[in-house]
């Protein structure tokens, strides 16, 4: 593995360098430690973010950090809500003024069994950077600050990075990999040559966390006029709401004041809500772009670096960490020589249609919320908030919706890395889609334990579960150990009596259990938990070449 000196340029220094310690840098650190990788991360501010910024955390998030034990620090750090209240504009009747009512909406319902996590986490950015340097320092992993990335030049073996940090010489660093996760204005995306597609909008917005009395407290609070919407989120830290406002068109530029911020919520609300006690003013406004590549050669681009969008949805920071984690156990298998690597041609594969899809997602959201046009105005200003209460009274749209926001609903269907086994299955996840996570009425899991396993034949965690699903008579035990131990440093074997029921379900299906089905069933599960291969019937061959064609490396016999 890399040394752990800087600037000698005779051997690596590490064997990834990771150049943006937010939220995306941090949980990549992450992921590349637990699976056995050094990792030197960098940044060239000489603190951690202190304000809020990003703000909400989403179940398929809290997912994919269950499995390196983040995601229940998050949730005791944060504030899990469920609940969204609607307030339309006040109403003129006769010559008098009377207020809209507020609907209450309950957005997640924990009956829906689709998640551990039926909410969305409101935490600050710099309460979510907290659990993951926390995390890090414990595990001796710590952040190089005031550390700006100046040059870097790559070759068939590495790639060599100047860094520069003021009053001090250049100094020069070697990895195998490098890995822009330092924002929208990334220098490694620039010196990379790479280039970052997009719009900007006129719009500009007023940001604040501070306290604010007059509002139910644990709710989410949305005002809807012609004008656009204001929002004031639950934080909890560094104060006790996010206030995001649109400010009006052709509103003077200035500095932002707690006077300014009061007269937005006055101007939109009409309701006695008095703000005080900021700890955070800004004004800002937003653009929606993405990069053209997200890798060349060993030089990857994840998070902010990769694209940005409006933060309608709360999907930017979320869609940052799941770059991160897609790309960290590619990155780990290769860097431990068992893969080969053109596995990292499959992360472009697979989050570039995600981010050009959350961009879609976004502009639309975003263009309906703040658009002028007379239509949109006058929806939003009358029927808007009776019409979506209305709809979210449906159990049916709350769960589509939820679907959606959360990010369960992402998949890969069509990367390189999805593939359906011969005989195939017609019910149940499909390749590339999220396996149903454990604990919602899964059946029980026993691991089948060979003496390879037992010695821990990998340096981190396996990177693949191995499902056999059915009864155990139905797996040949020799087959099966045989397999186990050709592939022990990278997967476990759990069996399992019954099969998920649908995708997004682990409980077994009613059906097999009513006729006592007993055709085994097998599915192969990737780190990020997505089926990377399924197939009918109990012959592990096809299991195991979908292992070799991946580029995966089995133990020599």
């Known amino acids: 593995m890399a040394g752990n000196r ?52 989403q179940a398929r998030t809290l997912e994919v950090l269950a499995r390196n034990g983040l995601a229940d620090d998050l949730v005791s750090a944060g504030n899990p809500t469920g609940t969204l209240l609607l307030h339309g504009r006040d109403r003129r009747r006769r010559g008098s003024l009377s207020a809209a009512p507020a609907h209450a909406v309950s957005l997640f319902d924990e009956a829906f069994g689709d998640t551990r996590f039926p909410f969305l986490l409101f935490l600050s950015q710099a309460g979510t950077e907290r659990v993951l340097v926390d995390r890090l320092a414990s595990a001796g992993v710590g952040i190089r600050r005031g550390l700006t990335l100046t040059g870097l030049s790559q070759d068939d073996d590495g790639v060599t990075c100047t860094l520069e940090s003021p009053g001090v010489p250049p100094r020069t660093v070697r990895t195998r990999y490098l890995v822009g996760c330092d924002g929208a204005h990334s220098a490694t995306r620039h ?9 900007a909008f006129p719009q500009r917005f007023l940001l604040a966390d501070l306290e604010a009395d007059g509002l139910e407290p644990g709710r989410v609070h949305v005002y809807l006029s012609g004008a656009g919407p204001l929002f004031l989120f639950p934080l909890g830290s560094p104060a006790g709401w996010r206030l995001l406002v649109m400010l009006p068109p052709g509103s003077r530029t200035g500095p932002v004041t707690l006077a300014l911020a009061q007269a937005a919520v006055t101007r939109y609300t009409r309701d006695t809500i008095v703000l005080h006690h900021p700890v955070w003013l800004t004004e ?87 658009g002028q046009h007379p239509v949109l105005r006058g929806l939003r200003a009358g029927p808007a908030v009776p019409v979506a209460t209305l709809l979210l009274r449906s159990r049916t749209a709350r769960r589509t919706g939820f679907r ?38 899964a059946a029980p899991v026993s691991s089948v334990r060979t003496a390879a396993a037992d010695h821990g034949a990998a340096p981190g965690p ?34 399992t009596p019954s099969a998920p029921r649908s995708r997004w379900s682990a409980a077994p299906r009613v059906a097999d259990i009513s006729r006592r089905r007993s055709a085994p069933d097998q599915y192969l599960v990737r780190w990020d938990g997505y089926v990377g291969y399924r197939a009918a019937g109990a012959d592990l061959d096809g299991a195991e070449a979908y292992l070799l064609g991946i580029g995966a490396r089995p133990l020599p016999p």
């Open 191 to 199: 010196l990379a040559g790479i280039g970052f597609s997009g719009r």
């Open 404 to 441: 959606l926001i959360s990010e369960l609903g992402i998949h890969y269907r069509r990367s390189s890395l999805s593939v359906d086994g011969v005989p195939s299955l017609d019910r149940g996840p499909r390749p590339g889609e999220r396996f149903p996570q454990p604990g919602m009425g």
């Open 462 to 495: 396996p990177v693949f579960r191995m499902l056999l699903c059915g009864p155990a008579t139905e797996w040949p035990d020799a087959r099966v150990r045989e397999f186990q131990a050709r592939w022990v440093h990278l997967l476990t074997v759990e069996l």
């Open 6 to 57: 800087i600037g000698t340029g005779t051997t690596f220094d590490a064997d990834v360098l990771i150049v943006g310690a937010g939220p995306t840098g941090l949980a990549l650190a992450r992921e590349l430690h637990t699976h056995g990788v050094t990792a030197m991360i960098v940044d060239r501010a000489a603190d951690a973010a202190h304000e809020s910024r990003a703000l909400a955390i």
């Open 284 to 370: 800002f406004t937003i653009s929606s772009r993405l990069a053209d590549t997200f890798a060349r050669g060993r030089v990857f681009l994840a998070g902010d670096a990769a694209h940005i969008h409006s933060p309608a949805g709360a999907q930017g920071m979320n869609t940052g960490i799941q770059d991160a984690v897609n790309l960290g156990w590619k990155l780990a298998l290769v860097c431990r020589g068992a893969a080969d690597p053109a596995l990292l041609g499959s992360y472009e594969q697979e989050r570039l249609p995600v981010a050009r899809s959350v961009l879609a997602g976004t502009n639309r959201a975003f263009t309906v919320a703040t």
